[in-house]
């Protein structure tokens, strides 16, 4: 098949029949179709139509080494040096699409699949099928054109606790049953973003799990489709809020829905299975087969468009009031350049380093990933932050589309014009803005960001502890001795 045109992904996903409760609704046909998702689902099924088109097509699709047909270049193993380029190429042109707003589209967890893919011999460790059933499941994946996201960590009720341990074991997703021809799993997964228009959801190691016996039920990775039996989503509350375009300008586009998981005796067949057991290699499920690497590959190519997206927005909301000559507002467009420039070179840094795996997987630079993907999440808090500065009130001071369409244009256009602007267009920047910066979207967008992998503080101390200081402590212990 190959890829798939944005009608067909919208088709598949309307015949599909998930549990999804939004808002006191359940909804379990016609998904895409629903006010909460439409707009998005058409967002992503243009992601899909972009593979199409004669502009993005050598960058977002490579030959199925199987069929011959067209497939999506996030699941090309990159094995050369053109091949990660290849890869770079087409996440750049999505998440310049996007302006790095969506955080789970396709290319995301399709590096994921890639790597693992490849990763037989790792998986060997706890059973060879495992191995076979990953590369199986990607190719599916891979020919299908599927879109996959996950979910990761069990539902926070009691944090002073692992996840085994919460309300005596029976709160988070666990093996409940193995049987012959698969697993059963019972409770509870967040978060899965996306969920409720993707095909497939895949159910990962949280990483977070201690090497006991009592860790084995909560040990596993498999992937089950979006509407499998006994299986139910609770989604939050829509941060859209049925505006245009023009009054709501990214949550109208990139309003990515979160959703819990809730497993209730879901079947899960032997070949959906990647691991079970193994508390100790599913801790090591993404450093060690090169998941991670390609997964904060796509994530730090998305944040590079995305601050760049808030470089060239405050550039414009400057420029359009008159405020760009002004020292402390240079200090801030300073700033936003300054964390694109060093999100750039990040990346070029890491694919400059890149190095085969063991499986022969060309992998970028870990450690300046890791280091990339612990510093942004910091800087981005301050993007919102100096857009509400540089707009100060004329955030506060917005008619909606309607109004401008109305007898007020006269009062529009005399009292909202700007230096470089008539009082419409200046009205729909500050939409972007306010969008871009105090909405319910924006303040969704931040959190996001700022918890992508986990906890700040946790990942801190990963990166302390798996980077090797050594090299440099020894050249201060030498420096120490020097006579000279």
């Avoid at 998702?37 to 199987?66: G, I």
């Avoid at 699941?75 to 996440?91: C, G, N, Y």
Wanted: contains cysteine; charged residues 25%; glycine residues 6%.
């Amino acid at each position: 098949m190959g890829i798939r045109t944005g009608q067909q992904y919208l088709d598949k996903l309307n015949s599909m029949t998930p549990h999804v409760l939004i808002d006191g609704e359940m909804v379990t046909e016609k998904i895409a179709d629903h006010p909460s998702f439409r707009n998005v689902a058409r967002t992503y099924a243009k992601l899909f139509d972009m593979q199409h088109d004669p502009r993005y097509a050598d960058a977002l699709t490579y030959e199925s080494p199987t069929t011959g047909d067209r497939v999506s270049a996030s699941f090309l193993v990159p094995r050369t040096a053109e091949d990660l380029k290849h890869r770079h190429a087409a996440i750049r042109t999505w998440a310049e699409y996007s302006n790095g707003f969506l955080g789970r589209t396709g290319d995301y967890m399709n590096g994921a699949l890639t790597a693992l893919s490849a990763a037989e011999k790792w998986f060997a460790q706890a059973d060879p099928m495992f191995g076979e059933n990953i590369r199986r499941y990607y190719e599916h994946c891979r020919e299908n054109d599927l879109l996959a996201t996950h979910t990761l960590i069990p539902p926070q009720a009691n944090r002073s606790v692992s996840g085994s341990e919460q309300l005596g074991g029976q709160l988070s997703a666990r093996v409940v049953e193995e049987r012959e021809d698969g697993i059963v799993v019972q409770g509870a997964r967040m978060l899965a973003t996306i969920a409720p228009i993707a095909d497939e959801l895949l159910v990962f190691p949280s990483t977070l799990l201690r090497s006991t016996p009592e860790d084995a039920p909560y040990s596993y990775a498999f992937a089950v489709p979006n509407d499998a039996p006994g299986m139910r989503y609770l989604c939050r509350t829509s941060l859209y809020q049925g505006g245009s375009v023009h009054d709501e300008p990214l949550a109208s586009r990139f309003e990515e829905m979160d959703a819990v998981v809730i497993f209730d005796k879901v079947f899960v067949p032997n070949e959906r299975i990647f691991m079970l057991g193994h508390p100790e290699l599913c801790n090591a499920f993404y450093s060690e087969t090169g998941a991670a690497a390609l997964m904060t590959h796509q994530v730090v190519t998305r944040t590079i468009a995305k601050s760049e997206f808030f470089l060239g927005l405050a550039s414009e909301v400057a420029a359009a009031i008159g405020i760009d000559g002004f020292q402390h507002i240079q200090e801030d467009l300073a700033e936003l350049i300054e964390t694109v420039e060093i999100g750039k070179a990040l990346m070029v840094a890491a694919e400059a380093q890149a190095a085969p795996s063991a499986d022969g997987v060309l992998l970028p630079h870990w450690p300046t990933l890791n280091a990339a993907r612990n510093w942004y999440p910091k800087v981005a808090q301050r993007f919102p932050a100096i857009i509400r500065k540089f707009s100060a009130s004329g955030l506060m001071a917005l008619p909606g589309e309607a109004d401008v369409a109305s007898g007020a244009l006269p009062d529009i256009e005399l009292y909202l014009q700007a230096k470089t602007l008539t009082g419409p267009e200046r009205v729909r920047l500050f939409k972007l803005a306010f969008d871009a910066s105090i909405s319910g979207f924006a303040g969704r967008q931040s959190l996001y960001e700022y918890f992508f992998f986990g906890d700040p503080v946790r990942m801190a101390g990963a990166l302390v502890n798996s980077y090797d200081r050594e090299p440099v402590r020894a050249r201060v212990r030498e420096f120490l001795e020097r006579k000279d």
